[in-house]
């Protein structure tokens, strides 16, 4: 895995679901395959912003309990779209996220911070990430619970292609 792929500290604040304003924003609620896009004014008057991204959100348990959302966006200013995955608050940080795309090689990312909704990682997608991406069906996420015992979560890629142009 590539260092492109490593999320900077900044990319755990609100900025990690930005676009710039002079790009045209998709309209929030609208579904591509198994995605939807989810969209979002921050700031006031001249500093109004839209932040919108592509996202994947999986529940589990009675109430349901957020377990993982996978979001992807373009930073302001950005050409690379960005990958941010957030998990549930008590899993075990040293194991990271592990990322599967079909029966491809596995990746690990590492958790870069806890926040009051959960852990995340992620970061800018290398070129290859995103061609894989286009090009699977199933992108598996794996990360450890407090007891270090496996949970993995498939990730439906069908409509991410026409979902990820939706936000250039």
């Not at 990360?143 to 979902?163: C, Q, R, W, Y």
């Amino acid at each position: 895995m590539s260092r492109a792929f490593l999320i900077p500290a900044l990319l755990a604040s609100t900025v990690a679901f930005s676009m710039s304003p002079a790009q045209a924003a998709p309209e929030s609620g609208a579904k591509f395959g198994d995605w939807t896009i989810n969209c979002e004014t921050v700031g006031e008057g001249d500093k109004a912003q839209q932040i919108c991204n592509l996202n994947q959100t999986f529940a589990a348990g009675e109430p349901p309990r957020p377990l993982l959302r996978v979001a992807v966006t373009y930073l302001p200013d950005g050409d690379k779209p960005y990958l941010v995955m957030t998990m549930p608050l008590g899993m075990a940080l040293p194991p990271g996220v592990q990322l599967q795309i079909d029966a491809g090689d596995k990746q690990v990312i590492p958790v870069n911070t806890c926040l009051r909704d959960g852990c995340r990682a992620g970061g800018a997608m290398a070129d290859d990430m995103i061609a894989a991406l286009k090009a699977g069906a199933k992108l598996n996420v794996s990360f450890a619970d407090i007891n270090l015992k496996a949970v993995t979560i498939p990730v439906s890629l069908s409509g991410f292609t026409a979902g990820l142009a939706s936000l250039k």
